[in-house]
């Protein structure tokens, strides 16, 4: 059977950077640890005054097609995923669409868009679509293109403030990919949760604290799904495990609960026994509550052991390189953790082809994903292509008062007029509206 996967990835950050630690705690009053420690953040990114989702979007996807010779012709499919969009019906897609025919001869008339959305889990979604349209043979020998753009903003003084991102992840799905193949098998945890939405509103709504739990309980259901069609998994069976990232103080939470799920039943809990006991079972217990406390006391000393230190610092902390740098994209974010575990083993001069990643992606709402990825003989050429770290040192660094000024700019309610920080250079920028309130784009060579 043909292999379907990711070919090819591009990454396009905000090209305007805030400070955590030196401009946003202060401005705060908090100690800068709360931020580079507690939620493992050290900056976001923000969009100049003349980008958005669109130009993000279109962007990456710009530089993908170049780099990889394609034309119009040989995309048959764009689906964006974002939670940004501006347009209740018009999708993003189509405005990156109308980018991309500027710079290229012919048009992608022929080509099916869309925009997806169901929070941050949109993006692995439109991957699934992009790999089923595939595989049913309706692609008539062409390729998907799916992009995840989105700017992360929260309501100013907002416990999330500091969690917020702006950027762009353009990824070709084909056939015989070069970066990593998908696999049939996966698993889902999904319920009706109000944990975090946008009731026809821009800036999230959020319960903090039940937020995090609905994360771990789908993860953790989704976890159980994949296993009852892949079969137990075990610590040793991923090279990497990106999960979603809207910080990577989230990610240290999800990380202790898999890996206490893997290893359950196994030599290493016997092992690990020896020093910290057996794992709770909820039969001993005569109430759930009982339970939930010695699991959490459990987690504690888990996490602390070296057998679990040494697991975290190979398999999931480089997943988190990129994110700590950018904060939260949404749809974006679990598979800039895909390219940031790529990228640093392709630094250490790691093969993993024919290896595994789990990929664990999550949405508000909620739902979650969990499914195998193997690595392609490409992909270390593919990766070397990323241009991520130089975006990341060229960002304008922002004052808090130019912070606060590009908050407004992004804000949909308001209309904000800003200079940009930074100058337009082969990239599509936002120019204005249109007679209908439609934003006009232009490129700039």
Same mark, same amino acid.
């Given at each position: ?66 780099? =990889? ?233 888990? =996490? ?142």
């Amino acid at each position: 059977m043909t292999a379907v996967g990711i070919d090819a990835i591009e990454i396009w950050t905000g090209k305007l950077k805030l400070d955590l630690a030196e401009t946003f705690a202060p401005e705060k009053g908090e100690d800068p640890e709360k931020y580079t420690k507690g939620l493992g953040l050290h900056a976001s990114s923000f969009p100049d005054a003349h980008e958005d989702i669109v130009t993000m979007g279109a962007n990456a996807a710009h530089r993908l097609m170049d780099r =990889k010779g394609l034309r119009p012709d040989d995309i048959g499919r764009i689906d964006v995923a974002t939670e940004s969009s501006f347009d209740n019906s018009k999708p993003v897609s189509t405005y990156i669409a109308g980018c991309l025919e500027q710079v290229y001869d012919g048009d992608f008339h022929h080509a099916n868009k869309g925009e997806r959305k169901f929070a941050c889990i949109a993006g692995t979604q439109s991957l699934d679509d992009a790999y089923n349209w595939i595989k049913a043979g309706r692609n008539r020998g062409r390729a998907a293109l799916v992009v995840a753009t989105d700017t992360a903003l929260y309501a100013r003084g907002d416990p999330g403030e500091a969690t917020q991102g702006a950027g762009a992840v353009a990824m070709l799905i084909t056939e015989d990919p070069d970066l990593v193949e998908l696999s049939t098998e996966q698993g889902y945890g999904s319920a009706d949760e109000t944990d975090f939405l946008k009731p026809n509103q821009q800036f999230p709504s959020v319960d903090g604290k039940r937020s995090m739990q609905v994360y771990l309980a789908r993860m953790r259901e989704a976890l159980e799904d994949y296993e009852s069609v892949a079969g137990d998994s075990h610590p040793d069976d991923f090279a990497y495990v990106p999960f979603h990232t809207p910080f990577p103080g989230m990610v240290r939470k999800a990380a202790v609960l898999a890996y206490r799920h893997m290893i359950r039943d196994t030599p290493i809990e016997e092992a690990l026994a020896e020093d910290i006991g057996f794992q709770p079972r909820e039969d001993d217990f005569e109430d759930r509550e009982a339970y939930e406390e010695a699991i959490r006391d459990h987690m504690d000393e888990l =996490k602390a052991t070296d057998a679990y230190r040494e697991w975290y610092d190979e398999v999931i902390e480089p997943t988190l390189d990129i994110s700590r740098e950018v904060g939260n994209w949404y749809t974006g974010s679990v598979h800039i953790a895909r390219a940031a575990a790529l990228k640093r083993a392709a630094e250490e001069g790691r093969d993993l082809a024919g290896e595994v990643l789990g990929v664990g992606s999550y949405g508000s709402g909620a739902q979650a994903e969990i499914h195998a990825e193997t690595v392609a003989d490409g992909w270390k050429d593919e990766i070397e292509q990323l241009n991520v770290d130089e975006q990341i040192a060229n960002r304008y660094d922002l004052s808090f008062a130019e912070y606060e000024n590009v908050h407004d700019r992004h804000n949909h309610d308001k209309t904000i007029e800003m200079e940009d920080f930074t100058v337009p250079n082969g990239e599509f920028v936002f120019t204005g509206r249109g007679r209908m309130n439609e934003r006009i784009y232009d490129y700039v060579a």
